[in-house]
Structures are given as C-alpha cells and as structure tokens.
C-alpha cells in the first residue's frame, strides 16, 4: 500500500508546482509595470526631511500592481495640488459632481487655506467590480494651523491614513465623498 501512495505522490507534487509556476507567470504577465506608470514604487525609509514632505504622489509596491495604478495617480496627483495650490476650481476637476454639489468655494477655501499635504503615499487599491468604484489607501501628511486641525487632533502637524474611493465619471477617475472617507486614521507627527 505504501508503494502505490510513493508512486502517486511524485507527479502530483510535480503537477500542482507546476500549476503554481503558470499561474504566477500569468499574474506577472497581467500585472507587469507599464511604462507610462510615473516613478517607481516608493519603498519606506527612516530618513526624516521637513515636514509635510515631497508633494509628488508615490505608489507603494502593493499599488502598483493595480492596472488602474496611472489614473489613480493622476487623479491624486491633482486632488492634493489643487489643495496645496488653494485652487478650488482645480479641485472641482478632480472630484465627481456629487462632492462638488456637497462641497460650497468659500467653505472650502476657508477649511485648507492653512493646510500643505505631502508624502503622500498610495498605500492599496482596490477594484469595486460592481459599482465600479476603487477603494484608495492613501498615507499622507498635512501641515496648518492649529485652529484649522480638526477637533479631534488639534495639531499643527498631522499623518493621516484614509481611505478615498474613487469613481469613474465621463471616462475618468473622481474621487467621490463615501462613507470610507469619513473615518480617516489620524496620530501627531
């Protein structure tokens, strides 16, 4: 009995690390880094520079897998200058037309006219199949005034980790005002 359970267990340990092998070629093959993907994958380091850091949005190694991984970037990529710009109209660009019609100028100019966001980092994305959504894990920090923080981290200083979902609207990525965005992670830098 233990002759025919030997012979048996060669190939299909054979057959299953092979199996293994194709499906990773075909994950590599499907996920491969295009090259219109901007920079490289950002990899954490201890070295500290001032704060709120590079105002550049950078993919993690786990984003940037993701095959929306480009427009995710672009559409972050305006969403933080246009704040850091104060440009409210900028912003409008980049958001879907639900969070504009929430979302009055003067409100809006008042709440970031302190307020400088950088290392910012996408951290994961993930595909909403059925509502064609993408959930955003996004890392960042932001600098302003004490009394523009909010009430919960009155900090000068503040690093954030916050999850944007992002719509498709007209062919392009908008981030969308979601329940997920309204528990942000936030700790004094």
Known sequence: ????????????VVVITGAAVAAGMVGRTVYSRPAEAKGAPVVPSSSVGPLPGSAEVRLSPDSFTHPDRTSVQRVLQGYFDSINARDFAAWRSVVSARRVSVTPEAG?????????????????????VVGRRLRVLISFVSTQDVAKAPPL???????????????WEGGA??????PESRVPQMARC
Not at 108 to 123: E, F, H, I, K, S
Not at 173 to 178: I, P
């Open 173 to 178: 990525l908008k981030v969308d005002d979601a």
């Open 108 to 128: 809006w100019v008042a709440a970031y006219d302190t307020t400088r966001d950088g290392g910012v980092v996408v951290q994961r994305v993930e595909s909403d």
């Open 1 to 12: 009995m233990g002759s025919v359970a030997s012979r048996w267990l060669v190939p299909a």
């Open 153 to 167: 981290l009155p900090e000068a200083c503040i690093r954030w980790r916050v999850v944007y979902v992002l719509v």
